[in-house]
T-cell receptor, first 110, second 114 residues
Framework: DQQVKQNSPSLSVQEGRISILNCDYT??????FLWYKKYPAEGPTFLISISSIKDKNEDGRFTVFLNKSAKHLSLHIVPSQPGDSAVYFC?????????FGKGTRLHILP | DAGVIQSPRHEVTEMGQEVTLRCKPISGHDYLFWYRQTMMRGLELLIY????????DSGMPEDRFSAKMPNASFSTLKIQPSEPRDSAVYFC????????????FGEGSRLTVL
């Protein structure tokens, strides 16, 4: 039973446009959410996070939105750049557990 | 600063053989995690340690898998005997002070069992 779902295995976006990656979770116990970025042959690296007491967190081109009632979060990247092409993992944590989604592969098109 | 160091980076072995993956966490980090990445299941947590003590091994698939952390700077994940379905990328990660915050991952060990 997947507790963290990333329903889009891949996404293609034109360079300069906005990339929106989505993530749904099922367990209300999660109180902290993170996004990780992974390049081929490398380990995931932390990108941005949000606490459940907030609904938005922004860091440069990256913004994460949290909708607790819908148990949904999204990562917005604007403007998208070629170096953003990677796999993005959503993670949810709480009560000594951290659960990752399956990831979404983002392709930034020239 | 050195990050999480894993070895080997690649391992190809035959079914039935023993496989040992190694991890050196970031110095000072008190949490260490072993994850497995596959296309079907994404990133799965296998086990994590706090101050060298295993806390949650509920993700370890079966008795063929075992993990140890004899000291704060070294951990192993062993598969014996290995099977083709164990083929995956195995990641080690460490963190400071929390199991639910930012994790620092190694580059992974890609295992292929023939």
């Amino acid at each position: 039973d997947q507790q963290v779902k990333q329903n889009s295995p891949s996404l293609s976006v034109q360079e300069g446009r906005i990339s929106i990656l989505n993530c749904d979770y099922t367990n209300s116990m999660f109180d902290y959410f993170l996004w990780y970025k992974k390049y081929p042959a490398e380990g995931p690296t932390f990108l941005i996070s949000i606490s459940s007491i907030k609904d938005k967190n922004e860091d440069g081109r990256f913004t994460v939105f949290l909708n607790k009632s819908a148990k949904h979060l999204s990562l917005h990247i604007v403007p998208s750049q070629p170096g953003d092409s990677a796999v993005y993992f959503c993670a949810a944590s709480g009560h000594d557990k951290i659960i990752f989604g399956k990831g979404t592969r983002l392709h930034i098109l020239p | 600063d050195a990050g999480v160091i894993q070895s080997p980076r690649h391992e190809v072995t035959e079914m039935g053989q023993e496989v040992t993956l190694r991890c050196k966490p970031i110095s000072g980090h008190d949490y260490l995690f072993w994850y497995r990445q596959t296309m079907m299941r994404g990133l799965e947590l296998l086990i994590y340690f706090n101050n060298n003590v295993p806390i949650d091994d509920s993700g370890m698939p079966e008795d063929r898998f075992s993990a140890k952390m004899p000291n704060a700077s070294f951990s192993t994940l062993k598969i014996q005997p290995s099977e083709p379905r164990d083929s995956a990328v195995y990641f080690c990660a460490s963190s400071l002070g929390s199991v639910t915050g930012e994790l620092f991952f190694g580059e992974g060990s890609r295992l292929t069992v023939l």
